[in-house]
């Protein structure tokens, strides 16, 4: 099965409850870190609690903003996840019944998982090596390096608490040579073993890793626990609709605004689909672009962010034409709205 977008799904708060310690860490308060979430600490402690990727990303933004944009800062943060905090993929994936087997179950269900970048497995014949490729071009350039580093190196972090080898033989990373070389140490890697500045970010493994038995592995129990994945991610899609999929999308990067081709291609149908299935909710993707243009314009004027710039990230080519439709949205002008909550 395809794999869901991750701005697609919406997902538990364990990856922000980790960034939230690595910001305690730093002297950052809970409060602080949530800023511009809609979240509130309560939040953090609700099992039932679910967020959007581009919630996560707003804690992103806030730590490096506080903490400076720093290599290593999110692998520091990667070190605390857990094989338990990625909820029942994680169970999943520990009832195997073997290394590889585990992977491919999980590959599906990565939505579920706190991860934002899209892991797959390229396993080259009987003999052939092993790949594990992890892609990050759906992650803001802003947010990119602190994500890929924290999803990498937690990944390490989780395996390892876990027990669970790959006999990692080498790393091709994105990631400059500072970020590599931290992302590698998480893996057991050698300096030489490396390379910073790839074009994709690809973790050698031994195949024979992959083939080993988990000694927590039973087949009957991975189907159980596959099954249950299979049910969340359904329920999850279905109690937001299509609507709030494509709601998702257009927050996701920050100044870009996908065609309808774009985001129906991202959720692997066409757009007379995607038309189709939005008008059953009742909407169109034209209203869905103009409902998050005047939320987000509102967000960014309480903030005093200039007119211009407000026009600009929404994705206006003249700021009159941004004013008109702010008229047309508020009655007002949007300089009256600058700094003002209400």
Do not use: K
């Amino acid at each position: 099965m395809d794999s869901s977008p991750v701005w697609a799904v919406p997902r538990g708060t364990e990856g922000v409850r980790i960034m939230v310690e690595g910001g305690l860490a730093h002297g950052m308060t809970t409060t602080e870190c949530l800023a511009g979430t809609g979240l509130d600490p309560g939040d953090l402690h609700d099992e039932t609690a679910q967020i959007w990727a581009h919630q996560e990303f707003t804690v992103i933004r806030t730590l490096l903003a506080r903490l400076g944009d720093r290599p290593g800062l999110g692998a520091g943060v990667g070190a605390h996840s857990t094989i338990g905090r990625t909820g029942v993929i994680g169970f999943m994936m520990l009832a195997g019944p073997t290394v590889q087997a585990a992977i491919d179950r999980a590959i599906p269900y990565l939505a579920l998982s706190p991860t934002h970048v899209q892991f797959s497995l390229e396993v080259d014949g009987p003999d052939g090596g092993a790949v594990l490729v992890a892609a990050d071009d759906q992650i803001p350039a802003d947010v990119r390096t602190f994500v890929v580093e924290r999803d990498l190196a937690g990944l390490a972090a989780a395996f390892r608490g876990a027990r669970i080898d790959l006999g990692p033989v080498s790393l091709e990373t994105t990631l400059g040579p500072e970020s590599a070389a931290l992302v590698g140490h998480a893996w057991g890697l050698a300096p030489d073993t490396v390379t910073p500045h790839a074009a994709r970010n690809r973790l050698t493994v031994s195949r024979q890793a992959l083939e080993a038995e988990l000694p927590q592995g039973d087949e009957n129990t991975a189907r159980v626990f596959e099954r249950q994945c299979r049910a969340l991610l359904a329920d999850r899609l279905a109690r937001v609709g299509v609507a709030g999929q494509v709601r998702s999308r257009l927050r996701h990067e920050r100044g870009t605004w996908p065609s309808m081709a774009d985001v129906a291609a991202e959720l692997h149908v066409d757009v007379r689909t995607l038309r189709r299935h939005l008008g059953a909710e009742g909407t169109s993707y034209r209203t869905l672009v103009d409902e998050v243009r005047h939320q987000r314009a509102l967000e960014l004027l309480v903030h005093d962010v200039p007119v211009a710039e407000v026009a600009a990230e929404l994705g206006y080519s003249e700021t009159a034409t941004f004013s008109r439709s702010f008229r047309r949205w508020e009655g007002v002008q949007p300089s009256r709205r600058r700094g003002r909550s209400s």
